[in-house]
């Protein structure tokens, strides 16, 4: 098995990026836009990455059950 990304719903995009790209230093690996509700970032190089999910639908953000890992050869495992 090998662990991929990460999977964390944010409630503001602006400030979960500023936090990954400028304390972290993650740069945005892909940019997304599904729906006019939703924004998806991967941030990140290599193997690795973190999946940040902002969706303008969803008040209320719970630690643990709004973070996922994702790896190879397995389709979902969530905390």
């Given at each position: 098995m090998e662990f991929c990304w990460v999977t964390i719903?944010?409630?503001n995009m602006?400030?979960?990026l500023n936090f990954y790209q400028?304390?972290?230093g993650l740069n945005i690996n892909r940019r997304m836009k599904p729906n006019?509700?939703?924004e998806i970032i991967?941030?990140?190089s290599g193997e690795t990455q973190i999946?940040?999910?902002y969706n303008t639908k969803v008040d209320d953000i719970t630690i643990g059950k709004d973070i996922s890992l994702n790896?190879?050869?397995t389709v979902?495992?969530?905390i």
């Open positions: 719903n944010v409630k602006e400030k979960s400028e304390i972290i006019s509700d939703m991967f941030l990140g999946e940040l999910i790896v190879k050869g979902l495992l969530t």
